[in-house]
């Protein structure tokens, strides 16, 4: 098992930076994925990055030179770096990773962008 436990969301303007780390309750070395999410009012839950244990990278569309995963395995945390955020970033972030078949969530983490 691992507990994730999200930080680092708040209220920024348009064009501002936030980080989100999201610390794991064990070593992150043997996690071959982790994965941040967001959801945002009356939507779905979909993947915004992801980032294997090699490490290679996703990101989809809509924050691909915008945002950017990482993680430090020394530190058992990913992170999420977010640049030039824009009001449709708006949503609840939730890091995720999967093992031996079952998914693990964090608790999420709000990101409110003002215009």
């Known amino acids: 098992q691992v507990q994730l436990v999200e930080s680092g969301g708040g209220l920024v303007q348009a064009g501002g930076s936030l980080r989100l780390s999201c610390a794991a309750s064990?070593?992150?070395?043997?996690?071959?994925?982790m994965r941040w999410y967001r959801q945002a009012p009356g939507k779905e839950r979909d993947l915004v990055a992801s980032i294997t244990s090699i490490p290679i990278t996703y990101y989809a569309d809509s924050v691909k030179g915008r945002l950017n995963i990482s993680r430090d395995n020394a530190k058992n945390t990913m992170y999420l770096q977010m640049n030039n955020l824009k009001p449709e970033d708006t949503a609840v972030y939730y890091c995720?990773?999967?093992?031996?078949?079952?998914?693990?969530w964090g608790q999420g983490t709000q990101v409110t962008v003002s215009s």
């Open positions: 995720n990773t999967v093992e031996i078949g079952v998914d693990y």
């Open positions: 064990r070593s992150t070395a043997s996690l071959r994925d």
